[in-house]
C-alpha cells in the first residue's frame, strides 16, 4: 500500500504523518516537528475521513446547483454589492484551517482586486495578540525562537498555556527533555490547575488576567538585583527605562500570588541563563493581550534572553496554518509577505507584482468589527471559508443574528450541516485534508507539505480553486489563472523575491528552486535559524522596543468564565466529532466549578448548572474540581447547537477585545452560575 507523507490538520506544532489510502495513520519518524510522535487527535486521523454529513455538491437556497450557476450567482453578488455600496461593503471571514495558498488567493483577491482589507479569520481568536506584541518589540512579526530550544533550556516557563492538551506533541517532547536532564525546571503558571500541570516544578495559580503584573514584578526584580544585560540593552533595545520604571511603579501581589511564590519564581527566573517562556491563548485571548505578550518579551529582551539556543520567549499559535496565514497577510491589517498595508511603498510593490487594479490602503475589520458591521448592515456580501463563527465567536447568538441580517451569504466548508451553513444562501462544497494538496507553516516557521492521498469526493474543489474561480468570474481573469497549488507558492515565493529590497523577517529564498512535489519540511529564512542572536531586530534603527505596560484593574465579578479545549476535540469538532473514541474523553458539554463554590450553589457533581451573562445562558453538566479556583469557571467550547441544544458556551462570552490587536478575550468573562431548575 502507497503512504502519503503529509502533515496533520490540527494544531501548531505541525507534526508529520504518514497516511495509507486506507485511512492508516503514523507519525512520521523523519518530520522535525514530531519525529514519529502523534497525540491522540492525531492518532485518530483516520476515523474522520468518512464522508458522511459531507458537503458534495453545491447548493443554491437550499436547493443542488451545478458549479457555475453558484459560482455565477456568488460572483454577480459581490461584483453588484461592490458596484453599488463599494468595495468595503463586502467581507471574507477565513480559517487558520486553510492551506497558505488558500490563503494567499483570498488575500489576493479582496486586497488588490476588490480593492478592501475586509479578510479576517479565526486566527484573530488565536494569537493576534502575539502578533501585535511582536510589531511593537520587534518590528515584526517574529518568533525567534525553534523547537529544538524547549530541549535545550535550563527553565520552561509555560504561560496561558495548556500544553500537555492543546499541543500535546510539544509537551511529550519536553516532558522527555526533562526527563532527561533532571536539572530542567518548568514553571506552570494558569488560573487553573490543567494536565500540562502535572510536570511543572513550580504552579504559579495567578488570577485571571494577573499576568502583567507577574511580568511587571520579575522586571522590576531584575532590575533591582543587577541582572539586567546591560551592553545588550544600550546597544540593541529602546525603552528600558519607561518599561522598568512602569513595572517598578506595578504591585506584583495584583497577580494573585503570595509573596513567597513571587520570590521563588523571580529567583528562579534570575538565575538560569537559558529560559524559554512559551504562551498560547491565556495570554493572548485577554482584553490586555497585547500588553500581557510585551511584558513577557521585555523580560527576555532586558536580559538578552532572547535568539540564543534555550533562551526566548516562544508564541505557540493555535491552529494548523495559523503562521502561513501571517505570512501571506490573511489578516484585515496586513499586506502578503509580511510587508505593511499602511506602508505606500509595501503597497506599491505588491500592487505591481499582482499587476492589480487597486490595492487596499487601510485595515479593515477585524473579526468582531466585521460581525458588528454584518449586524449594522454595512456589510452586504459575506463569504464565510472553512470556519463557523455563528458559534465560535464571542456572543455567538449575536453573531447569528448578525449573519442572518447580511443580504447575501455564502460559505465554502467540507461540511454540510453547520450553524453557519444554515445561514448562508450558497453552499461550495470544499476538499478536506487528506483530498488537498498546499502547504501549512508551523509555529517554528517550519513550512511543510499537506498532501492529497484520497479522491476528492462528489465535485468538491480546493479552496484556492474556488476563490479564483468566482476572481476570473468577477473579470479578474489572468492573476487568477492558477492550474496548480504549486502556481500560487512559486507566485508567493516571486513576490517575496520581489521584496527583497524591504528590510523584513520574511525570506523565502530557500525555497526558490524547491521542488514543490518534494518539498520536504524547512524552516524559513533556513534550517535551525534563530532570529536575533546578533541584536539586529526590525525597527528602522535596528533596535527592539520595551513596552511599559500597566496591569489590568482585575474583574470584580463573583464567577470569572474561562473557556478553552479538551485534548481530545478539535474547534467545533467537525471531524473528531466523528470518532468515538474522541468523545470518549468527554461526552457532553461541562462546566468546571470548585467544590466551594458547588457547595454555596447547592451545586452536586453530575448536577446541572446555568452560566449566564448579558450575551446568553448555557445550561452545562457540573464537573466539580479544585483544578479551578473559587469565583472561577472553566467550561470547553467545542459543542455546537447541533450537538446540544443546552445552549453554546460562546452564547456566553462577551465580544470584549484586545485594542491593539483586536482579540476576543475570551479568557474572562464576568457570568452569574447557579444549580439549573427545570421552570
Ligand atoms: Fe496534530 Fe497537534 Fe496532535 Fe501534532 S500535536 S498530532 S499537530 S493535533
Redesign the pocket.
Known sequence: MSVTRT?????????G?LAGADGTIK?DPDHP??FG???????ALGETIDLEGRLLHPKVNGADADWDTALDLVAQKFSAAIAEHGPESVAFYASGQLLTEDYYVANKLMKGFIGAANIDTNSRLCMASSVAGHKRAFGTDTVPGIYADLEQAELIVLVGSNLAWC????YQRIAAAKEARPGMHVVNIDPRRTATTDLADMHLQIAPDGDIALFNGLLAHLADTNKLDAAFTKNHVNGTSAAIDTARASDPSQSGLTHQELANFFALWARTKRVITIYSQGVNQASCGTDKVNAILNCHLATGRIGHPGAGPFSVTGQ?NAMGGREVGGLANMLANHLELDNAEHRQVVQEFWDSPTICTKPGLKAVDLFEACANGKIKVLWVISTNPAVSLPDSDGVSAAIAKVPFVVTSDIMEKTDTNDLAHVLLPATGWGEKDGTVTNSERRISRQRAFLPAPGSTRPDWKILSDVAVRMGFGDAFDYQKPADIFAEYVALDKAASHIARDLDLSIFADADYARLIPTQWPGNDHRFFANGRFFHPDGKARMIAVTAPVLSKSRFTLNTGRNRDQ?HTMTRTGKSARLCAHFAEPYVEVNPTDAAELGVTPGALMTVESIYGRAILRALVTSRVAQGQLFAPMHWTRQRTTTGTVNSVTAPRVDPFSGQPALKSNAVTAQLYKAK
Open positions: 502533515t496533520c490538520p490540527y494544531c501548531g506544532v505541525g507534526c504523518v507519525g516537528a514530531n510522535r502523534l497525540c491522540s487527535k492525531g492518532a499541543h500535546p506533541v510539544l494548523p478539535w
